[in-house]
């Protein structure tokens, strides 16, 4: 069964401070996604990925970096955390070749104070 | 950008019945429309999707409906079990599925006995 691993599950983080969330997934698949889920705002897309050593702006990249070092792993980077950054992190994975389903991961809880 | 809506915020339906849950977007280019589970405390999981190729599809006890021209889908649970409970999440994307997927809020279906 396709695998998507998140870590940290949680994380309390204080204002200013640099947040690293972490994906890895055993699917063998080329790409990668993050997202972000706000109470009222469903989930919306922060980054992507198609490729190792290649990412891309999702339709809110706005305070994140990706960063891809291989087809397995994606992390995302809070260089300078800040309080509307609060939300359920989710990564998700899925299959080359057009439009497939997605596999999400457990999601990660993210309280910046 | 893609704008997807979905219109029914919560549902309650007696277990036996059918629920609808409709959505609808904005960009004429989306071909791709999946719908996501998420069960209380856990991450999303596909449960169904319908391209712009056809306009019906059925995966044991769900329906999926496409109208391209009024620009809405929609997903009928029939007979509806406790384990139907949960929040549901339609989405849209185009078939350069690598930009990701634009969700809604999420209608959060309760079934009762």
């Known amino acids: 069964e396709a695998a998507v691993t998140q870590s940290p599950r949680s994380k309390v983080a204080v204002t200013g401070g640099k947040v690293t969330l972490s994906c890895h997934q055993t699917n063998n698949h080329d790409y990668m996604y993050w997202y972000r889920q706000d109470t009222g705002h469903g989930l919306r897309l922060i980054h992507y990925?198609?490729?190792?050593?290649?990412?891309e702006k999702g339709d809110i990249p706005d305070g994140y970096k990706a960063s891809r070092p291989s087809q397995e792993n994606f992390s995302l980077i809070l260089e300078l955390a800040s309080l509307s950054q609060t939300a359920v992190y989710f990564c998700?994975?899925?299959?080359?070749?057009?439009?497939?389903?997605?596999?999400f991961g457990p999601g990660t809880r993210l309280t910046v104070l | 950008g893609e704008k997807v809506e979905q219109h029914e915020s919560t549902l309650s339906v007696r277990e036996g019945d059918s629920a609808v849950i409709n959505c609808t977007y904005t960009d004429t280019a989306s071909s791709y429309f999946p719908w996501y589970k998420q069960e209380a405390g856990k991450s999303l999981h596909f449960v169904i999707d319908i391209r712009s190729n056809v306009d019906r599809k059925q995966s044991q006890r769900l329906i999926v409906l496409l109208d391209k021209k009024a620009k809405r889908f929609s997903l009928h649970i029939t007979a509806t079990q406790p384990e139907d409970s949960a929040i549901y999440f339609c989405a849209a994307s185009r078939n350069n599925y690598a930009q990701g997927l634009t969700f809604g809020l999420g209608t959060r279906v309760s079934v009762f006995p």
């Open positions: 990925s198609y490729v190792a050593d290649s990412t």
């Open positions: 998700a994975s899925s299959d080359a070749g057009g439009a497939r389903e997605q596999y």
